[in-house]
């Protein structure tokens, strides 16, 4: 440890040099403070702070740079969870500022509502099939505002499309509607949100092609505002939905937002397709391009997986594909990029290191390794261990 801070305190005194904070999560129960200094080119990453505070199983986390707020959300899957606020640094440190018990099986937690748009709080449990609503701040005193359970009238294709399996909370870029991608149940559940008290009322769903096993979701506009879409990464289909988004008018407090399939990709380049055991998992829009990560296609050889990366066409909205690249992860999870769109930091479950990768903005390709480093203990494959999430503190 001590050669490896040397060489971040030499890398920072180089011309040129940037040093940058990433916090990453881990299913022991433990959340990491990560330092990177280097270029866009090469560079070291090290482990500066550990805290928990987060549950037994921390699944996710959700930064918030203005108010430097960390939000993380336990997976427990016995005897409920928690939810944790924590306020990062300067230094990167974490410290504890909220904590509140929710119903455990947690896989995913967004803030929304309220003036600011972070009122309130929704998760996503995937074996219970429900989101459930908290209102902030959290405290020992906290329960839940409301709950909602899914349930399902046929059975999916799948084997694990026996249940609907909510995966996600994400509001839409305006904050009036929360959707809400149903693995189980090959839907995009859609919610009109009441700012005011966080009550979340259903509107049509959209509908996934059968055994797709729809993920997480992401927003994108055309820069001249005219076009919206949203895009889908599929973990069951392993592939990538394209959707256009229709909105009510403002003024139509009753109207709900709509969404129509365009085209649904392959994560893989034609002619090629991922093994019994490939999994989709996160999704990510910079500018106009689209990148998912694919689990144990071990594309670029052992235990380096690939991502799929596309390109939108900026007045249509639509993908084509552009490449698989490595992500020098096994399993990545979890990926995020920094501001600057120059950086990807790639969290590998199994493996349980985050990767730094360079990228080009302009033509939206990712390039070589820069960093990397293990945190924690290894996983197993296909097991809930190992690394669980990865954000750039910025």
């Known amino acids: 440890m001590a050669r490896i801070l040397s060489l971040i305190g030499a890398a920072a005194l180089a011309p040129g040099a940037l040093g940058a904070t990433l916090i990453a999560s881990h299913f022991s129960g ?9 270029t866009n080119s090469s560079g070291t990453l090290a482990i500066t702070s550990q805290t928990s505070g987060c549950g037994t199983m921390p699944a996710w986390i959700e930064y918030y740079g203005d108010t430097r707020q960390l939000y993380c959300f336990d997976e427990a899957w016995w005897g409920g969870g928690a939810i944790a606020e924590f306020s990062v640094g300067n230094d990167g440190r974490l410290s504890i500022t909220g904590q509140g018990r929710s119903r455990g099986n947690t896989v995913h937690g967004a803030l929304y509502g309220g003036p600011n748009g972070r009122s309130f709080v929704a998760t996503a449990e995937y074996g219970p099939s429900t989101i459930t609503t908290y209102r902030l701040p959290l405290s020992a005193s906290t329960t839940a505002l409301s709950q909602t359970r899914f349930t399902l009238t046929q059975r999916g294709p799948h084997p694990r499309q026996d249940a609907p399996h909510p995966h996600e909370v994400h509001t839409d870029p305006t904050g009036r509607f929360m959707l809400v991608p149903d ?11 009441d700012a005011n008290t966080g009550a979340l009322s259903p ?4 509908r996934t092609d059968r055994g797709d096993g729809p993920r997480h979701i992401k927003f994108w506009k055309s820069a001249s505002g005219s076009k919206q879409m949203a895009y889908t990464v599929n973990e069951l289909g392993n592939s990538v939905s394209a959707w256009d988004v229709t909105y009510p008018s403002e003024w139509d407090t009753n109207g709900c937002l709509a969404l129509s399939k365009t085209q649904t990709l392959s994560m893989y380049a034609p002619g090629r397709s991922g093994g019994p055991m490939t999994k989709a998992a996160e999704i990510r829009v910079v500018g106009d391009f689209v990148y998912a990560t694919n689990r144990a296609d071990q594309t670029f050889g052992s235990e380096q997986d690939s991502i799929a990366t596309y390109t939108i066409d900026p007045d249509t909205g639509a993908i084509s594909w552009l490449e698989a690249a490595n992500s020098f992860s096994y399993y990545p999870r979890t990926f995020a990029f920094n501001k600057e769109g120059t950086l990807a930091a790639v969290g590998g479950q199994t493996s349980s290191t985050v990767a730094i990768v360079a990228r080009d903005p302009a033509t939206g390709r990712l390039g070589n390794l820069v960093a990397k480093i293990q945190v924690g203990q290894r996983g197993r494959a296909g097991e809930e261990d190992g690394l669980s999430g990865v954000v750039w503190a910025e």
Do not use: S
């Not at 433990?30 to 280097?38: K, R």
């Not at 509107?203 to 959209?206: D, G, S």
């Open 203 to 206: 509107c049509p769903e959209a």
């Open 183 to 193: 693995l189980g149940a090959d839907l995009i559940r859609i919610f009109r949100i």
């Open 30 to 38: 433990q959340i990491y403070t990560l330092q990177y200094t280097g």
